[in-house]
């Protein structure tokens, strides 16, 4: 699976980061940001890209990885709109998970038709795997059997909550 992830949707989310921050500790608080994706990936068939917002960037850089975290800056542009971009031209959209509360972002990836998940459902997923399913995955059926009524048993509770009470 694949999790393509609105970076700082997921950092303020995680409240890894503030937005008064000055610049040198913003900087810091993203490294960090990555370094808590890269280990709780770790032993994982799970490929994780990360695109942060780059507007004021003075040039493009290259998609660059962060202990095997794939890291991509938008150029010029909004993380929305490069992972808009990114989805439209996925080749198997079923198999990515975008991970973002922004509605702009999850109404992209509902139209490719990519699997969506909170930051929460993620967050959740990363620190405890064992209690949360995949972000994204279908859901198992919840666990309590439910019972088969038969025809006898049904004709029975109908005819008892249709039957008006005696009056007194």
Not at 32 to 43: E, I, T, V, Y
Not at 49 to 74: K, M, Q, Y
Request: with cysteine.
């Amino acid at each position: 699976m694949t999790f393509l992830i609105d970076g700082y949707n997921l950092m303020y989310a995680a409240g890894l980061a503030s937005r008064g921050m000055p610049a040198p500790q913003f900087d810091r608080a993203r490294s960090r940001f990555l370094d808590w994706l890269a280990d709780g990936a770790k032993g994982r068939a799970a490929v994780l890209r990360v695109v942060f917002d780059a507007l004021l960037a003075p040039s493009p850089s290259l998609e660059a990885l962060h202990r095997g975290v794939r890291v991509r800056f938008a150029f010029r542009q909004t993380a929305d709109d490069l992972i808009e971009q990114l989805v439209a031209v996925e080749q198997k959209p079923a198999a990515v998970t975008v991970v973002s509360n922004d509605g702009r972002v999850r109404e992209a990836g509902r139209r490719a038709e990519c699997l969506l998940a909170t930051c929460e459902e993620f967050i959740d997923w990363l620190i405890h795997p064992e209690n949360h399913p995949e972000p994204g995955a279908p859901r198992a059926p919840e666990d309590k059997p439910v019972p088969a009524v038969s025809d006898e048993d049904m004709n029975e509770w109908l005819n008892a909550f249709n039957t008006p009470k005696p009056k007194r």
